[in-house]
Structures are given as C-alpha cells and as structure tokens.
C-alpha cells in the first residue's frame, strides 16, 4: 500500500511539472506571434498645401498604395492628412509638423518648401521612431545626402534635370515656331535651395545651346497666382517687342504667367514653358498659350513614398539601397499629351482606385 501511495504522488508530480512546463511553452509560443508585424498602423500624409493640385496628384498615389498594401499584407492602415492650405504658409506647416510628431503615428509622409524649419522636426519624428519619408521636396537638393539621417526614405525629382528639360523644350518650341533673338523672362514661385535648382539648370542649358538669348533675373512671386501674374505682366510691360519667351518654374507660375500670355494676346509671338501640371496649365497647353510642361510623376512619387513607408514598418528595415531614389520627369507638349500615359502623367485621379 505505502509502495502504491508513492507511486501515485510520483505520477502525480510528474503531470504537475509537465503542465507547467506546457503552459510555459504556450506563453512563450503566444508572445512571439505578437512580434513583428502589426495588424494596423497609423500614418499621416503631411501635405505642404490642402489646395494645390500638385500635393493632391502626389495624395492619390498614397492612398493606392495604402490599398494595394492592405490587400497584399492582411493590415489595416489609419490614414491621415494635415497640413495648410498654402505652400507659402511654412509657419504652420512647421507647427502641423509638431501635432502630427505629437500623436506618435508609426509614420509620416511628406514634403517641405522650409527646409531649414523642417530639419529639427524631422531629427525629432525619427529619434520618436516614426519611419519619416519625404517625396518630391526634402531636406536637399536630391541626392547629395543632405540630413540623411534624420529620416528613412526621399523620392525626388531631379530639380536640374526639370530645369534642362525646360530648357530643351523651350529652344525646340522656339526652333517650330520661328522665333528669334530676344530676352527670356525668368519667372519661379520661392527661394529655395533645391528648386532654384530648376532655374539653374533652365538658366545653364538655353545659355550652353542660344548663348545669345539674354535672360531676366528671377522673378519670385511666393507662389501665389496672382503675384506670379503681375510679374509677368511687368515683364511683358518691360520689354515689349525685345520679349520672346518665358519659363515658369512650377504650377502655380505657370497659371500666372498663362494668364499674362492669353491677356496680352501673345501666345504665337512669344515660347512658354512651364513645370508640373494643373487644369489652367493643361487648358493653356491645349490653347497654345503654354508650348510645353515638364511634368513630375506626383503619383509615383506619392506611391513610392506610402509603399516603403509600410514596408519599413512590416520588415523593421527600409527595403531600399538607396536613401534618395530620383523619379525622372517627361516632357509633354500638344504632340503628346493626348497620348494614355500622358494623360494619367498629367490627370492622376484617372489612376484613382
């Protein structure tokens, strides 16, 4: 009997230790499901404008990317966007900058015209662990690696390479439509160190290829419309007959400086080209008021920025070789832009999911 009673406390001890040991092992196989990737995540598109066309193109590209993302990796994306109405708003760029930093999302998307003001703010996301991607404008002129670590990813567009394609459509729109010497007016939206570099590189190709045009200084018009077209109707004023083209360095200057063109009747006297692309300059180009746009992919851009951002937070590492990847632009004038890729290069909402 004593032999049976031992027996029996033995077996009995064994199970006890065997579910403890089980029950450890379920612990332990429970805690690393929880690891790694997340069911949701919460990220923010801070936009440099809630009206321009430009940012919104760049948004559609972000949100088809959440979709297709969520679809391919069984998550859930809280999406958000914030930020001021206008470009030349920086100030309160700057502050949504700091409440989106403050809700600790797991990532932000966005683009700055304030590079200096933005730069703190970008250290302080990524020192909070936000994944911090940048599209179109950074915290430099590209790829020279300026303030690199303060964020994860930056899709640009070569700023000089739009400046010399503008260049090249400009002496080809000159070449058609038989125009000669003259004065070129120089017209862009803000000083800034990486898009002056659209008017250096315009500035340096007609000077390499027409060295005998003569060019204006920079006209800035602080991206509103309104300036952008007085501007160029100072110009027109200026230099009357001696006038033979103009170049507007983003949407906004070229609306301004489509406007001036259609109201002094000069469209077939005078070449104008302009950068990215909005309803007014898509109707110019079609009227011939514009002879051509260099046209950014914004929804690539947007895209490309949304898709690493979530990729990063999946596999804990930017998938990325590179830190600053260029996303070429296209020339687009009356010969082309009817053509499919064209039009959704030009009207992204036709990609709109």
């Excluded at 009673?5 to 029950?23: E, N, P």
């Excluded at 070429?328 to 992204?348: A, C, G, R, T, Y």
């Amino acid at each position: 009997m004593k032999k049976f009673r031992l027996l029996s406390l033995v077996l009995a001890l064994v199970m006890i230790l065997a579910s403890c040991g089980g029950a450890k092992k379920e612990e332990k196989k429970g805690e690393e499901k929880t690891e790694g990737k997340k069911d949701s995540y919460d990220i923010v598109y801070l936009t440099p404008s809630t009206a321009s066309q430009f940012w919104t193109h760049v948004g559609i590209g972000i949100e088809n990317a959440i979709k297709d993302m969520e679809k391919e990796h069984g998550i859930k994306i809280n999406y958000s966007i914030v930020g001021p109405s206008e470009e030349g708003q920086t100030e309160e760029y700057v502050t949504a900058f700091e409440q989106a930093i403050a809700k600790k999302p797991d990532a932000i998307i966005t683009a700055t015209l304030a590079i200096d003001s933005t730069v703190p703010k970008a250290k302080e996301a990524t020192d909070n662990g936000i994944v911090l991607n940048f599209v179109n404008c950074g915290l430099g002129i590209g790829d020279d690696g300026a303030h690199e670590e303060t964020y994860n990813q930056f899709y640009y567009c070569s700023n000089k390479t739009i400046g010399e394609m503008a260049g090249e459509a400009f002496l080809k729109a000159k070449e058609a439509k038989n125009i000669g010497e003259g004065i070129v007016g120089v017209n862009t939206n803000v000083e800034n160190e990486a898009l002056d570099q659209r008017v250096i590189g315009f500035r340096e190709y007609v000077k390499e290829h027409a060295p005998e045009l003569e060019q204006t200084d920079t006209y800035y018009n602080g991206n509103v419309v309104e300036k952008a077209q007085s501007n160029a109707e100072n110009i027109i004023s200026t230099y009357g007959d001696k006038l033979m083209g103009m170049f507007a360095g983003n949407n906004i200057t070229g609306n301004g400086v489509a406007l001036a063109v259609e109201g002094a009747n000069l469209k077939d006297k005078i070449v104008t080209v302009a950068v990215d692309s909005d309803d007014t300059e898509i109707k110019a180009l079609k009227d011939g008021v514009i002879d051509a746009i260099i046209v950014q992919n914004a929804y690539e851009q947007g895209y490309l920025g949304m898709k690493n951002a979530i990729e990063t937070l999946i596999n804990g590492k930017n998938p990325e070789e590179k830190k600053q990847v260029n996303c070429p632009p296209s020339i687009v004038d009356k010969d082309n832009m009817e053509d499919q890729k064209i039009k959704e290069l030009l009207d992204p909402t036709l990609l709109k999911k």
